[in-house]
Nanobody, 124 residues
Framework: VQLQASGGGLVQAGDSLRLSCAASGRTLSSYNMAWFRQAPGKDREFVAGITRSGDMTHYADSVKGRFTISRDNAKNTVYLQMNSLRPEDTAVYYC??????????????????WGRGTQVTVSS
């Protein structure tokens, strides 16, 4: 599956953004999906994940209560709604797919397809 993330931009602290991850090549309903991010000089980190059907989600503590991951399998798209953005949310955001039959994992090595990232910059 090929993934393409979009929706990033430059916003002020407290603003909202919605990222989209569009899939092509295979149906997205075959995959658990996740968003990761990587800030300059830092390791890539898990942000949020969602199961194939969308019945379960998991969030990093740093975004819990502010970010919401969702999916529309009919549109082959996964979303990340980001509210109350903070300067520390500044990073390149990536979507990724996990084809194996397990629950949501926060470990990047289990995700086999990655989209090109989209930059999110939050000014203070």
């Amino acid at each position: 599956v090929q993934l393409q993330a979009s929706g990033g931009g430059l916003v002020q602290a407290g603003d909202s953004l919605r990222l989209s991850c569009a899939a092509s090549g295979r149906t997205l309903s075959s995959y658990n999906m996740a968003w990761f991010r990587q800030a300059p000089g830092k390791d890539r980190e898990f942000v949020a994940g969602i199961t194939r059907s969308g019945d379960m989600t998991h969030y990093a503590d740093s975004v819990k209560g502010r970010f919401t991951i969702s999916r529309d399998n009919a549109k082959n798209t996964v979303y990340l709604q980001m509210n109350s953005l903070r300067p520390e949310d500044t990073a390149v955001y990536y979507c990724a797919s996990d084809p194996t039959p397990r629950g949501i994992t926060v470990l990047g090595q289990y995700y086999v397809s990655w989209g090109r990232g989209t930059q999110v910059t939050v000014s203070s």
